[in-house]
């Protein structure tokens, strides 16, 4: 179907028609059909299997045109077989798995009828009280476009929809509540809140979602500057746009139109070609074209993108699926969602106790995430196999045998407070020579509109890990959560602490791939905090007039007019994480050094090469993430900390060592200047090569005017 095709098409179109296919809907069984027979949509939501295949023939033989349907769903981090959580994909630092993992949950999901999914989600996201921080690829917006990125290839090449959400800002929301507003300079949007979305858009993303999120004033589902102007017309993204729920009629609540009828109008306006569940535009656009409030070819131009997207898709030649499209194939699935599952786990903490080794003749696996097989999915698994999931008690009793692994649940689940079954989980215990214990978050605590104000465990378990710990008995504690948890009264009471995000339907083999001896590889994706009082924080910060100072006194001794010890720091809490962005252990050691650059000046459009010399110096085989980040000494406007750059994963035996280089381009210094033009300064700049964003060897290079 050619772009000529689509405009015959159009103007076959009825205005009715038209506003249709401007109209997704999620139907209640199939109480949709009349409106699919008469043309009334473009797309229907969360309809999947028989019922989707029963829509798309109503729609292909009995409409007028014969239009096929986008069948979205929300596959967010797999279908029937669950990876890891966004979050937890991302600490594996693997693009390419990424892309595979999402691949594969597009053949799962097409062989369900699903031809769009809502993913991937684009938000940078900060803030760890923020729900939807388990969707996110975490807090850098390098990091962010990759995976970004190589998620939307995955689903793409298997014919399936990708779609960039939520454009743009959402993940700034203040306080961390969800839907709350943001208010995002220009600067702060240009340089980190919308490069991972034109970074899909340039890789072909086909659809794009607005967010529900009030921008400076203005939600981002009225709005026109962004979405026609900065997304449609300067990037040139040719595909549709679709509102989030309800957004478009939620500009009511806001404060920004005053009934649903200029709700749609200022969605068109604004560049939204379709309406997520609510009707505003079927019900309001026709009278609006007809009293002149609206241009219709506004509407001409969303219908083109929609259909454009359909043609893309191959719909209008095989509405059901392509006759080559790959079948599922759960085994490699499966396997894939182990090895991203392990790779995904970050060791925070290894005094002693992992990786078990032969000795521990009886291991009890306490907790209550110990055998949890639906809450180790996480968020959005609307389609997950709960009966597939293997969790750490089951798949290390199947690796150890039965006799050697005893398991008792503490507490009913993460939030409760029910001690009853302390007693007999310190029992267990202290028969044993060493306890896996497995606490974090239950799914339902993160994800939309799962915002906490507290970032501790969550109900008695911190009672519970303290009760294990009394007993002397090693404890290797494995934390499943969809965010980042404030940490500082767990770690002391455990030797070893693996952080496992929500891990997926494989969690609990790849968990034990880990206990018994392969090396951890996951780094964070993401800051975590010493205590929530230290939230936003982030590794690429900027310096500030008055950085904060190793040696500075912990009650400033000066006054404003003496202002000794007056840093931009807190009284009662270090300013820095308690652990890093990029950091992870492993159960080796790595060691940097002789960082080389190919020059120490740079010319513009040129490219540096920069390498280090990697060395596996401790006793097993691992695989380190090496990061490669930059400083901007002196710019036009100020600049941050430090940034990511590039990354690797390197995987070394012992006693080997590697030279890892790195190509840095001028292009991936640019910025916006004062006045918002991107620009690439002249200057010094320091670089790093190291494992992780606070550590390190660093040189200096020159880039030349
Ligand atoms: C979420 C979107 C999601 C949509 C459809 C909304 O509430 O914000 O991310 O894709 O629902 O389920």
Request: net charge negative; proline share 6%; glycine share 10%.
């Amino acid at each position: 179907m050619t772009e000529h095709d689509i405009e015959q098409l159009i103007s076959r179109m009825t205005l009715a028609e038209k506003l249709g296919q401007m109209t997704q809907v999620q139907p209640q069984g199939r109480d949709q059909e009349e409106r699919v027979r008469n043309g009334g949509a473009g797309s229907l939501i969360n309809v999947v299997g028989d019922d989707a295949y029963h829509y798309q023939w109503l729609a292909v033989e009995h409409s007028r045109l014969g239009i096929p349907l986008l069948l979205g769903r929300d596959v967010i981090h797999g279908f029937q077989t669950v990876f890891p959580i966004p979050l937890g994909q991302a600490a594996a630092f693997d693009p390419e798995r990424v892309r595979l993992a999402a691949a594969h949950s597009a053949r799962e999901a097409g062989a369900a009828g699903v031809n769009w999914t809502f993913s991937p989600m684009l938000d940078v996201a900060r803030d760890p009280r923020w729900g939807r921080i388990a969707e996110s690829f975490g807090e850098d917006p390098l990091l962010i476009s990759r995976l970004g990125v190589a998620m939307v290839q995955g689903y793409q090449q298997e014919g399936v929809a990708a779609c960039a959400k939520h454009f743009v800002g959402y993940g700034a929301a203040e306080g961390g509540r969800d839907y709350s507003a943001t208010d995002l300079a220009p600067r702060a949007l240009l340089d980190t809140y919308l490069p991972p979305f034109r970074a899909a858009q340039q890789a072909g993303v086909m659809t794009v979602m607005s967010a529900f999120n009030d921008l400076d004033g203005v939600p981002a589902t009225g709005h026109e500057d962004l979405i026609r102007g900065t997304l449609k017309e300067q990037w040139g993204f040719d595909g549709l746009v679709v509102s989030d729920w309800c957004s478009v009629t939620e500009m009511i609540a806001h404060g920004f139109c005053e009934d649903a009828a200029a709700a749609a109008r200022a969605a068109v306006n604004a560049g939204v070609d379709m309406e997520m569940a609510s009707t505003s535009y079927q019900d309001h656009l026709a009278s609006l074209i007809e009293h002149g409030l609206l241009d219709k070819a506004l509407v001409d131009d969303a219908v083109r993108r929609i259909l454009r997207i359909k043609a893309r898709l191959g719909l209008f030649q095989h509405p059901y699926g392509a006759p080559e499209r790959a079948q599922p194939q759960r085994p490699a699935a499966a396997q894939l969602a182990r090895s991203l599952a392990r790779d995904s786990c970050v060791l925070l903490k290894n005094e002693q106790g992992l990786p078990l080794g032969e000795h521990a003749r009886r291991v009890a696996v306490i907790g209550p995430l110990a055998d949890a097989p639906g809450e180790q999915l996480g968020c959005w698994v609307f389609d997950g196999e709960r009966q597939h999931s293997q969790t750490v008690f089951a798949a290390l009793r199947e690796r150890l045998g039965a006799q050697r692994v005893v398991h008792a649940r503490g507490l009913e689940h993460c939030r409760s407070h029910d001690l009853d079954g302390l007693d007999a989980a310190v029992a267990l215990a202290r028969s044993s020579e060493v306890v896996v214990l497995c606490l974090g978050e239950d799914a339902g605590l993160s994800g939309e509109a799962h915002c906490r104000a507290h970032l501790d465990l969550p109900g008695a378990q911190q009672t519970l890990l303290e009760a294990v710990a009394a007993t002397g008995v090693p404890v290797v504690l494995v934390i499943m959560a969809g965010r980042p948890l404030v940490l500082g009264t767990v770690l002391p009471h455990a030797q070893a602490v693996l952080y496992a995000w929500h891990p997926g339907s494989l969690g609990g083999p790849a968990i034990v791939d880990l206990l018994c001896g392969e090396s951890p590889s996951g780094r964070l994706p993401v800051s975590f905090p010493r205590s929530v009082g230290q939230i936003p924080i982030f590794y690429n910060h900027k310096n500030t007039g008055r950085p904060p100072q190793a040696d500075a006194p912990s009650i400033p001794s000066g006054t404003p007019l003496d202002p000794s010890g007056f840093f931009a720091a807190y009284l009662d809490e270090d300013h820095r994480p308690q652990f890093p962005f990029g950091f992870g252990l492993s159960y080796t050691r790595f060691e940097y050094r002789d960082l080389q650059l190919s020059s120490k000046q740079l010319a513009p459009g040129g490219t540096l090469c920069a390498s280090v010399l990697l060395s596996n110096v401790g006793h097993r085989s691992a695989t380190e993430v090496v990061q490669l980040y930059v400083r901007d000494l002196v710019g036009s406007v100020t600049r941050p900390v430090r940034e990511l750059k590039d990354f690797q994963r390197i995987s070394l035996q012992p006693g080997e060592s590697r030279r890892v280089s790195f190509e840095l381009h001028t292009d991936a210094l640019r910025f916006h200047d004062r006045h918002l033009r991107q620009v690439c300064e002249s200057g010094q700049f320091d670089l790093w090569i190291g494992p992780d964003s606070a550590t390190g060897p660093s040189a200096v290079f020159e880039l030349m005017a």
